[in-house]
């Protein structure tokens, strides 16, 4: 995966951030969140990647457990079908507050692999996100999965 040159990685392992400068601010409560960037998170699954359900059930469990530190959150566009990088993948719409202020748009990516479900959290303030969607989009298309 290729990231704007300005842009830095935060985290390790099953967890990686990628933001633009003030990218990532704190909240009010004082921790430290992602206002615009990409988070990029490997979670282990419980069905076989060879069962055509395994992406949905994986991809609920998943926006669950987003909704479990974030209980603001909320899908605004239901799951549709997308590829990423030949592999078949779901794209969700979701909407949180914003530790910058205001609403924020998440575009939730996620693709089941071997390792697990692998998702791609593309956030940006919803006032900016047509400026960052053309940035999100071209990201993920870097993105290359080992065969």
Known sequence: MKYPDNWKKYGEK?????????????GDDGQDGMAYGIIVNVTKVQAAASDPKAIDKATQEFIGTLQKGNPKMKVTRQPGHLRVNGQAGLSTYLSNESP????????????IRPEGLVAFVCVAPQKDYENYDKTFSSI????RFSK
């Not at 910058?100 to 693709?111: N, Q």
């Open 100 to 111: 910058a202020g205001g609403e924020e748009t998440d575009w939730l990516i996620t693709v």
């Open 140 to 143: 993920l298309d870097t993105v």
């Open 14 to 26: 099953s967890s990686v951030s990628f933001a633009p400068d003030g990218g990532v601010v704190e």
